[in-house]
């Protein structure tokens, strides 16, 4: 049956690095006949410049339709200045809520070859491989009331709320457990229960579903202490659930722990498993358009997509054993150069991968 996948390439290096993944992608669809269909549209400063919003209500209700969604990246300097109502970024978070995108999955996985780009040293890094979960639609990014008053005395005053009700924690700590037990079967849930409430009933719910799950072993940490342990013995975790502001923080430490952000992909899923796709990095403006961006972390987001929302595990092991191969080959981008490897460019990268699709 065929599957409609949307394509939303953004700013920046987001057609670039797309236009990589785009190709990994057909190679594959034909291939192993996967039927897919592509659909693209506009996301970001892209979409501003056209219709003067960063993502249109068309466009949400074509990717209601879709069963997957692969996106660049959104943002750049030309927009920075524009009223923050319609900025870029509204039109990620608009995707994400419009579709119910609640579980944000970013593995962090270092590759055996790129252990020199570690900014920690070989012994405490080699092996990694942490999912970070981070709950997406929820938590003090969401939580209203929020702004900035005025208070009787004339000082002004920022405030927001932080607040999680049992069925989000439930469904994200579910998400967590189904995915401890296709990996090591070990969740860390990480809170501030020590200070917050909301981490407090977070806590609770997570202690409450643990028995459904008794393969799985569960474990608590501060969120003070994660990023401690993070960065001092990160392979003790597989994976790490948490809500969405410290699961965006924990999830940018884990990131630099694999050397460049360039590699890592990430998904956002709804609860029927149909999910966005993207790099965990930005649109990078300050090298767009030189070709000299890396595409694997899009490569790999392409991989995560057949394997997590079609299921299309063999399309999916090949894509990961082509990134293998070239990085074995000694190809790479400038962000994860290091002397004695061979310095390529993006397309030149993409070339790379497609040649050792099926090779490996
Ligand atoms: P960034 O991730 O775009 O760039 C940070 C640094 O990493 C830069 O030096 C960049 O050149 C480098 N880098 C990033 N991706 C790379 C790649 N694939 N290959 C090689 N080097 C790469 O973060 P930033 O500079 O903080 O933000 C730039 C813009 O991106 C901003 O407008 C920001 O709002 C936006 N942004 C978008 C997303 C998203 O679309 N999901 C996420 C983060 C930032």
């Known amino acids: ?82 009223d923050r109502a ?7 978070l608009k995707i994400r809520s419009s579709l119910g995108l609640y579980a944000n999955l970013r593995p962090a996985l270092l590759y055996p070859q790129l252990v020199e780009a570690s900014s920690l040293k070989p012994e405490v890094v080699s092996g990694l491989d942490i999912l970070i979960v981070r709950e ?16 009787e005395n004339g000082e002004r005053e920022g405030y927001n709320t932080y607040k999680y009700s049992e069925s989000e924690i439930e469904r ?18 990480v809170d501030k229960a ?44 597989d994976v790490l659930v948490t809500g969405n502001m410290f699961g965006d923080i924990l999830s940018d430490a884990a990131a630099m722990l694999t050397g460049s952000i360039g590699m890592l992909p990430s998904a956002s899923l709804d609860k029927d498993g149909r999910g966005m796709y993207e790099p965990c990095h930005g649109s990078a403006p300050d090298i767009a358009g030189q070709g000299i961006a890396n595409p694997l972390a899009t490569i790999l987001s392409v991989s995560m997509m057949l394997r997590y929302s079609l299921g299309l595990t063999k399309s999916a092991d090949a894509i990961d054993a082509a990134v293998g191969v070239v990085l074995d080959q000694g190809l790479r981008t400038a962000d994860i150069y290091t002397p004695g490897t061979t310095k390529v460019g993006t397309c030149e990268m993409g070339d790379a991968v497609l040649a050792a699709l099926y090779q490996a």
């Open 136 to 151: 997406l639609t929820g938590g003090i990014y969401f939580g209203e009331p929020r702004g900035i008053r005025t208070l």
């Open 1 to 82: 049956m065929t599957k409609k996948i949307m394509i939303l390439p953004g700013d920046g290096i987001g057609p670039e690095i797309v236009a990589q993944a785009r190709r990994v992608l057909d190679a594959v669809n034909t291939h192993d006949d996967l039927q897919l269909e592509f659909i693209g549209e506009l996301i970001g400063g892209a979409s501003i410049d056209v219709h003067g919003e960063p993502l249109t209500d068309a466009a949400v209700a074509r990717a209601r339709e879709c069963d997957a969604i692969l996106l660049g990246a959104v943002g750049g300097p030309k927009w920075d200045t524009i």
């Open 172 to 189: 994200i700590g579910r998400t967590a457990f189904e995915m401890a037990r296709k990996r090591s079967k070990k969740v860390c849930s």
């Open 194 to 237: 020590n200070v917050l409430e909301a981490t407090i009933l977070w806590r609770e719910v997570m202690d409450r579903l643990a028995p459904e799950y008794p393969d799985v072993e569960l474990s608590h940490m501060y969120v003070d202490n994660a990023a401690m342990q993070l960065v001092r013995a990160p392979k003790q975790f």
């Open 86 to 92: 319609i900025r870029p970024e509204r039109g990620l």
